[in-house]
């Protein structure tokens, strides 16, 4: 439902704006995180997955757990993603803050003109690819590289990344958006090698199969899990606050039989500085967040 996408994207643009002004030296990463989840809902909608705040050469999936007592400090290169879905309209946005400095303006701002050069071209009939050429060109030319692994997405019903991938250098993949898609476009920049490698568990899950459980307690959450989020990934954190601390053991058996899958927290492979940035489009409509 287009209106749901519109709406989504609306609250998913507020959130991110707000969450820029909660980005700031000694600011707890659960509090930033938890105020613009808060916000998403204050506004009509329902967090997409956890707010992720991804600093330095953690380029994804760094959620904050349920103890984290982490803080933001000066130097900082912040990547705030967030999603909002709307009766199940996803839409998906990420900035890069850095806290009280500018050593990385640069970096900074080319994620910020590859988003834009990428989304200039944009328009139905368009080879997924040639976006990639484009972002990976723009990147290049200031020096830095595209993370290749990493990728933007087409928006779907309850689901975050559906396919086609949206590739931040030219993959060879000749897939055509078509109008009314909707793409999220994300080129992630780097001075380090230009690829992820799996890091630590990130305390975020998604619903892979469903199926019976005998334990009670387990079964508990994931008749919640299923209710609440359907496929679209949540935070150890939200059950925790749902259900208390007996949620963990619930989650590791729930992992160990194959229902839920964990992500990991993405670093670059070189521990090299990156930025990201991204928005999302109705293709034939524009931007919408």
Not at 134 to 163: M, Q, R, W
Not at 188 to 199: A, C, R
Request: aromatic share 6%.
């Amino acid at each position: 439902n287009m209106e749901d996408y519109i709406k989504s994207g609306e609250i998913c643009k507020k959130a991110r704006e707000f969450g820029v002004t909660l980005l700031k030296e000694n600011a707890r990463f659960i509090d930033i995180a938890e105020k613009i989840e808060a916000k998403i809902k204050e506004l009509g909608g329902e967090p997409a997955f956890p707010v992720d705040v991804g600093v330095d050469h953690l380029a994804a999936h760094d959620s904050p757990r349920y103890n984290d007592d982490r803080i933001l400090k000066k130097g900082d290169v912040v990547k705030l993603d967030l999603g909002v879905h709307v009766n199940g309209a996803v839409t998906d946005t990420a900035v890069t803050v850095e806290i009280s400095t500018s050593n990385y303006k640069n970096l900074i701002e080319c994620s910020e003109k590859a988003l834009q050069d990428a989304l200039s071209i944009v328009k139905p009939g368009i080879e997924v690819r040639e976006i990639g050429r484009i972002i990976k060109e723009t990147i290049e030319k200031k020096g830095f590289l595209p993370i290749i692994n990493l990728s933007g997405h087409k928006l779907d019903i309850y689901e975050v990344h559906a396919s086609p991938s949206i590739p931040n250098f030219d993959n060879g993949d000749n897939t055509k958006l078509v109008e009314g898609e909707v793409i999220a476009i994300e080129p992630f920049v780097t001075d380090g090698l230009g690829k992820v490698i799996e890091g630590k568990p990130s305390g975020i899950f998604s619903l892979i199969n469903a199926k019976n459980v005998r334990d009670n307690n387990a079964r508990k959450i994931l008749d919640y899990i299923i209710k609440k989020y359907k496929t679209l990934p949540f935070s150890e954190r939200w059950l925790i606050n749902e259900f208390g601390l007996r949620v963990k053991f619930a989650l590791l058996s729930l992992e160990r039989e194959g229902i839920i899958k964990q992500y990991k927290i993405l670093p670059e492979k070189n521990k090299g500085q990156v930025a990201q940035a991204e928005r999302t489009i109705i293709i034939g409509k524009g931007i919408i967040n």
